[in-house]
C-alpha cells in the first residue's frame, strides 16, 4: 500500500527530477512540509537523583510528568500537521500535473526523437556479443545516444505512473501506453511481449529500455499525454 508519505516524497522530487518549477501554493506546501522535519517535538527529561531528598521526590515525579505531557502531545500535534500537509501536497499535485505536462512535453519529444534515431542503427537482437561483433564505431555511438534519451523516457514514465495515485488520475491502463502510441495490434503486441520479458532481457537491452526498443523498432511514435 502506497501511504500518504510516499507519495509526497515522489512529488518533493518533481523539480529535480523533471527539471521543471512548480506552481507556488505546491512549492510553498513542499517547504512547509520540509520544515516540520525539524520541529522540536520534545526531548527525554534530564532526571537528577544525586541531591533529591525524600520531601521532593513528588514534585520531581510531577515535573517529569509535565515533560512527558508536553512532549506526547507535541509529537501528537506534528503527526497531526504532517497528515493535512500530505493532503494538501497530494491535492496541490494533481492540480499542478498539467503544467507539469506542458514544461517536459517539448523535451519529451527531442528525447524520443532522439531515441528512435539512435535506436534504429542498433542491432536489432541487442545483445552485448551483437554491438561488440559490429566492430563499429557508429553503433557505440547510437548505443551512448539511446541510453542517454531512454534515462529521460524513463523518468517521465515512472512519472506518468505516479499520476495513478493522485486523485482525478485513474491507474487502470497498459504500463506499454504511457510514452507510446501503437496504431494496430501488431506492434501493441512487441510492445507486450518487451515488458512481459524486461526484466530477463540481456543487461544491455535493459540499459536502452525493451519497451522503447520494441517501439523505436516498430515504427511506434513517442507521445506524453
Not at 502531545?73 to 500535473?97: D, Y
Amino acid at each position: 500500500m502506497t501511504t500518504q508519505y510516499m507519495k509526497v516524497s515522489r512529488i518533493a522530487n518533481w523539480a529535480s527530477t523533471l527539471d521543471v518549477t512548480l506552481p507556488k501554493t505546491l512549492d510553498d506546501a513542499l517547504a512547509a512540509y520540509e520544515a516540520l522535519r525539524y520541529v522540536e517535538t520534545g526531548h527525554e527529561p534530564v532526571i537528577g537523583t544525586d541531591k533529591l531528598k525524600a520531601a521532593g521526590v513528588a514534585a520531581e515525579v510531577e515535573r517529569v510528568a509535565k515533560e512527558l505531557s508536553v512532549n506526547a502531545h507535541l509529537e501528537e500535534a506534528q503527526r497531526r500537521v504532517a497528515g493535512q500537509l500530505e493532503s494538501r501536497i497530494i491535492r496541490e499535485a494533481a492540480a499542478a500535473a498539467p503544467s507539469v505536462l506542458d514544461q517536459i512535453s517539448e523535451r519529451f519529444d527531442a528525447e524520443a526523437a532522439r531515441y528512435v534515431a539512435a535506436a534504429v542503427k542498433l542491432p536489432l537482437d541487442l545483445t552485448s556479443g551483437s554491438v561488440v561483433e559490429t566492430r563499429d564505431a557508429e553503433v557505440l555511438a547510437a548505443l551512448g545516444e539511446a541510453t542517454e534519451a531512454a534515462a529521460f523516457i524513463e523518468k517521465v514514465d515512472a512519472w506518468l505512473e505516479s499520476l495513478g495515485e493522485l486523485p482525478g488520475y485513474g491507474s487502470n491502463y497498459e504500463p506499454v501506453l504511457r510514452v507510446t502510441a501503437p496504431d494496430d495490434y501488431k506492434p501493441l503486441y512487441a510492445l507486450r511481449e518487451a515488458h512481459r520479458n524486461r526484466h530477463t532481457a540481456d543487461t544491455l537491452l535493459q540499459s536502452v529500455g525493451p519497451v522503447y526498443f520494441a517501439a523505436a523498432r516498430n515504427g511506434v511514435v513517442g507521445v506524453v499525454t
